[in-house]
């Protein structure tokens, strides 16, 4: 009787323990927070996503493209995938959304995304990750900033011994960005995208211009907001320093530059 009693408290406890288990995993995305409420799913494509597993974290990057006619204000949503091709589970959610850097992509323009979360924050081991889904929102026109395009410069130095006799350090990236319409860009940025010479992304970023911690590595020819019909130069330096380890070995292919206003 007791060895009975004992089985039915056992099976009582597991049940338990699984029913907390089940009720932990939500149902929502992680980050859902970070969507609008009139957000909805989109044809949108999602181009040169990447991931891998850095220094004990999971990074994800990629570009979205606002095919519409309207302008939009675009999420992702992402499931992280194991080894063996398996959805596993990020901070007990099956997905997470990610926003685009720019809050208001116009017809036609693109914008980019990245993300990283300690190997901790998964149920197993991230090794790739999909799209489920492309969720947008209307935003208001207004100035659309463009790149008229850039040149680049390899900057190398002397190698150690057993080195190659000059080693790639940094990229020196030189353009201009054109503010075509009659209206002003009161708080211009830019997204930066470095291509590895295979064609992958590995790194999105966005500089603001009028942060002075970004002054040893960017500059503008004129501070302030874009002015309409402006046309601008600047300089960017990228240094193999803040790279991450695939590109740094790969080395750069291509740096691309997609400026956007900031909205506030």
């Known amino acids: 009787m007791k060895s009975i009693h004992f089985f039915l408290l056992c099976s009582s406890l597991f049940f338990f323990q699984n029913c907390e288990k089940k009720a932990a995993a939500s149902t929502e995305p992680f980050q859902v927070e970070l969507l609008n409420s009139n957000a909805k799913s989109v044809d949108m494509p999602v181009f040169q ?3 891998w597993v850095e220094n004990g974290k999971f990074y994800v990057v990629g570009v979205c493209s606002n095919v519409t006619a309207d302008w939009q204000k675009i999420w992702v949503e992402v499931v992280p995938i194991d080894g063996a091709g398996k959805p596993i589970m990020i901070s007990k959610c099956s997905s997470v959304i990610l926003p685009t850097y720019s809050d208001a992509v116009p017809p036609g323009g693109r914008s980019s995304f990245a993300a990283s979360w300690p190997l901790a924050d998964f149920s197993s081991k991230p090794a790739s990750c999909a799209i489920k889904a492309v969720k947008a929102a209307p935003a208001t026109p207004g ?5 008229q395009g850039s040149m680049a410069m390899v900057m190398t130095a002397p ?5 190659p006799a000059s080693v790639e350090k940094a990229w020196q990236v030189n353009g201009t960005i054109s503010n075509p319409l009659p209206v002003m860009a009161a708080n211009p940025m830019l997204e930066v995208l470095v291509f590895s010479t295979d064609g992958k ?5 966005v500089v603001n211009p009028s ?20 046309d601008r130069n600047f300089s960017l330096h990228v240094s193999y320093e803040i790279l991450p380890k695939p590109i740094q070995e790969k080395k750069i292919g291509r740096v691309e530059i997609l400026p956007f206003d900031a909205r506030k």
Not at 143 to 147: E, K, R, T, Y
Not at 201 to 205: H, K, P
Not at 220 to 230: H, I
Request: hydrophobic share 35%; charged share 20%.
């Open 49 to 51: 996503l990447n991931s």
């Open 143 to 147: 100035p659309i900033l463009v790149s």
């Open 159 to 163: 190698g150690a011994e057993g080195e």
């Open 201 to 205: 992304l590995w790194l999105s970023t």
């Open 211 to 230: 942060d002075p911690a970004i002054s040893s590595i960017f500059h503008f020819d004129r501070e302030g907001p874009f002015q309409p019909k402006e």
